[in-house]
């Protein structure tokens, strides 16, 4: 009996289920037509802000410490961006690698080896006397998400946002326009943006291909340079490795393993692409960036010397002429 009902009503726990689903579709679109987002409270933001931006109304609830943007701003690929574009904004000196299929444990051996070598370089004395920061702990190995990196360094290159404040058609809030590196501003310029042949973008795209890793300075020391170098791409005569009786653990297998998989292929020195050569120029400078001042301030005062001689020579050959003449006029005996 109970299974004979179960029969029968089955036809009208079907049309309940459709006109269920009839209503709830209907609550949709009611819902998309008035322009309203059933996602969570940071997708309503995100959609708010993109018919903001194409109404260009201001934007007066949104949070500081979530502004509207064009990428979902809690995702780990937005972190990256913001991440890279501060690293490039305040880091002098990167250098990229190419690396393939480290394990974790050749990473730690390959850090390791690079803390003792930026360890061992003496702390610089400023000419005033004073000693100056010590690099070594602030200098990192770093892998990079390459296609992340690379939208950084557009951002870094191509967006003003002093000029996207300017414009009238940047999306505003009560406190300012939005100008951030993820903000729709940012996304418009990157994709109206043709990139220069001369860019420093254009000059760094090629070496942005397959996995990369950083080494980061946040100053430019020619000493830590040669150090690092010396571990992560010797050079014999110029930056020679560490031997393995001063260093054993530069020679065990691991990190030698780890080693052979990284190539250094280029690297970005105060705003400026350098390859590989340039790299080692750079590292190569002796005394560091005191011996590069003593360099400059003789290279100019040679400059100045010759000028001196250049201009006194003139005048001086024209003494010499009279004092001669004179002499000649001395000799000659009067009539």
Known sequence: MVRGLGHSAGPCLRQLARKRTATIRSSWAACASRGFCTGTGLSTQVASASST????????????????SARPIDTRKSQLIR??????????????????NLTAVEWAAVRRELKKALAAVPTPVAMDGTVSMDLSPRVQLQVLRTNMFDVALKIVEFYDPTAAAASALTARTERGPLVHDLSRAAYETLRKT????????????????GPLASLVMPAVSPAHLAAA?????PIPGKFPAPTRKKNPGYHDPTCQNGLAKL????????????????????????????????QLV??????????????EGGSRNLWLTLEGRKSQLEDVPKS
């Open 53 to 68: 931006h194409a109404g260009l109304q201001p934007v007066d609830y949104a949070p500081a410490t979530k502004p509207p």
């Open 83 to 100: 991440t890279y574009t501060s690293l490039l904004r305040t880091t002098p000196l990167v250098l990229f690698f190419q690396h393939s």
């Open 194 to 209: 043709e990139i220069p042949i001369d860019s420093m973008y254009a000059q760094i795209e090629p070496l942005m291909v």
């Open 229 to 233: 170098l010396s571990v992560l791409a």
């Open 263 to 294: 190539l250094l292929i280029g690297g970005r020195i105060e705003g400026k692409v350098f390859d590989q050569a340039g790299v080692t120029r750079v590292g190569g400078i002796e005394g560091g960036m005191d011996g590069l001042r003593a």
């Open 298 to 311: 003789a290279l100019l005062q040679g400059a100045g010397l010759g000028i001196t001689n250049a201009l």
